[in-house]
């Protein structure tokens, strides 16, 4: 109910500038299919800081997206609800317990039965929300855009880093990870993905940045449920520079879109998180594609996934 899950977040604004037909709040979640949730936690950033703020750029941005896609029509009607951000004001110097309080309200939207779209914030934040998911869907692939693995063990003094959410994902949750876009790589890393090729896929960017060839090979690495989180660095840099670490040699827009496409054509996706924006003073661009991005994967869902 949203009664419970206002206990524990703080206002915002709603995600898009759409027509709003519902007499009240708690009428407007009820009728939604998507509902939107923030993260503002950046507690383990180790370049640059500033994700917190990035669920609300997004949502600012995204009240002068087009109502109408050309390819997928009034997204929108789905209905579009979204409950704040996530109150992590007396926790945020605690990632562990950032990430239970995320887990916390994400079950209990999932419980709801609602397509969770949650907005970060540093990548930590998705193993919160993949958990609730895990305990709905046993059989759960996590499909991942990042330029880095993130499988380390631990980084910055933790084992809930940023750089280490895939790790946990894999090893604590049980679930399957394919990540794309990936470009930067640890030793550490490398081996875990040589010893855990049967849980652990990668697409590097220097591999499938300009052509289609790995889709279908991609596709199969996944399980019939899937997960989606979006590490917007993931993205090439001339698009997407506002991130913690840009690093060069990233996807591009059509490339990225054209097969996540595919992903939602063929497979059932859950949810989704658009992560590690961290916004750039006077260049709204990022902020504008981000809120883009999250209206095209609702669109996606919509067409293919939702029953």
């Known amino acids: 109910m949203l009664s ?9 604004l709603q ?3 759409f027509p709003y037909d519902s007499k009240s709040d708690s009428e407007a979640y009820k009728k939604s299919k998507v509902v939107i949730m923030g993260v503002p ?3 383990t950033a180790t370049y640059q800081a500033g994700t917190k703020i990035g669920p609300n750029a997004i949502l600012n941005a995204s009240v002068n997206v087009e109502p109408y896609d050309d390819e997928l029509g009034e997204i929108y009607s789905i209905e579009i609800f979204t409950v704040g951000t996530l109150n992590i004001e007396e926790i945020h110097t605690n990632p562990r317990k950032v990430i239970d309080a995320v887990y916390n309200v994400s079950k209990r939207i999932v419980k709801d039965g609602k397509f969770l779209v949650t907005l970060g914030g540093e990548h930590s934040i998705s193993q919160g929300v993949i958990k609730a ?9 996590i499909l991942q855009l990042d330029a880095h693995l993130d499988l380390m063990e631990q980084f910055g003094g933790t084992r809930y880093s940023h750089a ?3 790790r946990r994902v894999v090893e604590d949750l049980k679930c399957k990870v394919t990540s794309f876009g990936v470009r930067v790589v640890s030793g550490e890393e ?3 993905v040589k010893k855990n090729k049967d849980c652990v896929a990668v697409f590097y960017a220097k591999d499938i940045y300009d052509n289609d060839d790995w889709h279908e090979e991609a596709l199969e690495t996944l399980d019939n449920y899937v997960y989606i989180t979006l590490d917007v660095d993931g993205l090439d840099t001339s698009i997407m520079p506002a991130t913690g ?7 591009g827009w059509y490339k990225t879109i054209d097969f ?3 992903v939602y054509k063929e497979r059932k996706v859950v949810g989704f998180d658009v992560v590690e924006l961290k916004p750039n003073p006077c260049n709204e661009a990022p902020n504008f594609l981000a809120a883009n991005l999250v209206y095209k994967n609702i669109g996606f869902y919509k067409l293919y996934t939702q029953l």
């Open 4 to 12: 419970d899950i206002r206990e524990h977040v703080l206002g915002s």
């Open 133 to 141: 998911y895990k305990e709905k869907y046993k059989k759960l692939s």
């Open 164 to 166: 280490s959410v895939s």
């Open 15 to 17: 995600f898009g500038a």
């Open 245 to 251: 670490t840009p690093v060069p040699g990233g996807l």
């Open 260 to 262: 996540l496409r595919k």
């Open 190 to 192: 490398k081996e875990f």
């Open 41 to 43: 936690f950046d507690g």
